[in-house]
C-alpha cells in the first residue's frame, strides 16, 4: 500500500471543492468516526483476557493499538487534503511515521495471526514450546520491525509550498526516480504481497486440515476466512494497483492516490469486527468440540 494517499502535495488546484477530495475526506471521516470507537472497544474487551494463555488476544490487542494510531490521526489529514499543511515540518514527518508504523504493524500482525493458526492446529507442540515469552518476543519483533520499515518518513516526509494553489504542503519528497520506486516496492512486498500469501497459504493448509475429519467440519471457519482475505485483497489491490502505476509512469494522479489511500483505512475500520467475530468464533467451535484430540481443541487459542 503506497502512503502517497498522504500526498496532500498533490491536490489539484480546486481540491477544496474537487471530487476525489471531497470523496476521500469523506471516506477517512467514516473511518475515523466507525473505527476509533470501534477500536477502543475491542482493547476495552481485550484487556480482560490478556492473563490468560491464549496468544490470540495478545495478537488481537496489538492489531486494535495500530488500527486505533492509524485512524486517530485522520482529523489532521482531512483537514490538510482540503485545506493545505498547517502544523509545521516537525509534526509532518511525526505524524506520517506514526501512520506509517501503524499500517505495517497493522498488516504484519494479520499476517501472524494466520501463522499461528495454522501451526497452533498442524504444530501444535512446537507452539506450545514457544512459551510466553517467545509470543511477547513475537509482537514486540513486530512493533520493532514496523518501526525500521517505517523509518524512511522521517527522511522522506516534507513540507513544501506548490504552485498550483500557494498551499503548503506535507508530502512524499523523493530526490529522484530511483528512490520513489525503492520505496514502493518495498510497500508493495511488505503491505500487500507477503501478507496476501500468507492468508491464502496458512488458511487454505489450515481448512485443509480441519476438513480431513468430516466430524470436525467448520463451515464457520470456512466463511470467516474467505472474509478475512476478501477484506484484505479488496482494499488493499487497488493501493498496490496504484504504486504499480506509479512505478511505471513518469505522472502522479491525485484522484488515484487519495481514493486509493482512503480505500485502505477501511481496513482498519473492518478488522476490529473482524477479528472480535473470529474469535468468538472459535471459542464456540472449541465448546462444540470438546472431545475432539487436544491438537484440534489447540486451535481456537
Given amino acids: 500500500m503506497t502512503m502517497e494517499y498522504l500526498n496532500i502535495s498533490n491536490s489539484s488546484l480546486f ?98 495471526l494466520s501463522v499461528q493458526r495454522y501451526l497452533q492446529v498442524l504444530y501444535p507442540q512446537r507452539w506450545a514450546k514457544l512459551g510466553r515469552k517467545g509470543q511477547k518476543g513475537l509482537i514486540f519483533g513486530i512493533w520493532t520491525s514496523s518501526g525500521v520499515l517505517a523509518s524512511y518518513a522521517l527522511y522522506y516526509r516534507n513540507v513544501k509550498e506548490k504552485k498550483k494553489d500557494g498551499l503548503l504542503h506535507c508530502y512524499q519528497d523523493y530526490m529522484n526516480k530511483r528512490e520513489q520506486i525503492v520505496v514502493l ?43 478475512i482475505v476478501v477484506a484484505f485483497f479488496v482494499f488493499g489491490t487497488p493501493c498496490m494497483i496504484n504504486n504499480l502505476v506509479l512505478i511505471a509512469m513518469p505522472w502522479n494522479s491525485n484522484t488515484s492516490n487519495n481514493v486509493t489511500g482512503a480505500l485502505f483505512f477501511i481496513n482498519s475500520c473492518v478488522n476490529p469486527v473482524l477479528y472480535a467475530f473470529s474469535a468468538r468464533a472459535l471459542r464456540c467451535k472449541r465448546k462444540q468440540h470438546s472431545d475432539q484430540p487436544q491438537q484440534y481443541q489447540n486451535e481456537t487459542q
Avoid at 482529523?75 to 509545521?88: C, K, S, T
Avoid at 511515521?97 to 499500517?103: E, M, P, T
Avoid at 481448512?207 to 476466512?225: C, E, G, T
Fill in 185 to 227: 516496492i518495498t510497500e508493495i512486498l511488505v503491505l500487500y504481497v507477503i501478507p496476501l500469501f500468507s492468508l491464502l497459504y496458512f488458511y487454505h493448509r489450515l481448512h485443509q486440515r480441519i476438513n480431513q475429519s468430516a466430524s470436525f467440519r467448520s463451515h464457520r471457519l470456512k466463511k470467516l476466512v474467505i472474509r
Fill in 15 to 112: 481540491a477544496r471543492t474537487s471530487v476525489d477530495g471531497l470523496v476521500s475526506s469523506t471516506v477517512l471521516g467514516l473511518c475515523c468516526a466507525l473505527g476509533v470507537p470501534g477500536n477502543i472497544a475491542v482493547l476495552i474487551v481485550l484487556t480482560q483476557h490478556l492473563k490468560e494463555d491464549s496468544f490470540t488476544p495478545k495478537l488481537m490487542l496489538s492489531l486494535a493499538v495500530s488500527d486505533l494510531l492509524s485512524l486517530i490521526f485522520l482529523p489532521v489529514w482531512i483537514y490538510a487534503l482540503l485545506n493545505g499543511w498547517v502544523f509545521g515540518q516537525g509534526l509532518c514527518k511525526l505524524f506520517s511515521y506514526v501512520v506509517y508504523w501503524s499500517i505495517y504493524s497493522s498488516v504484519l500482525s494479520v499476517a501472524l
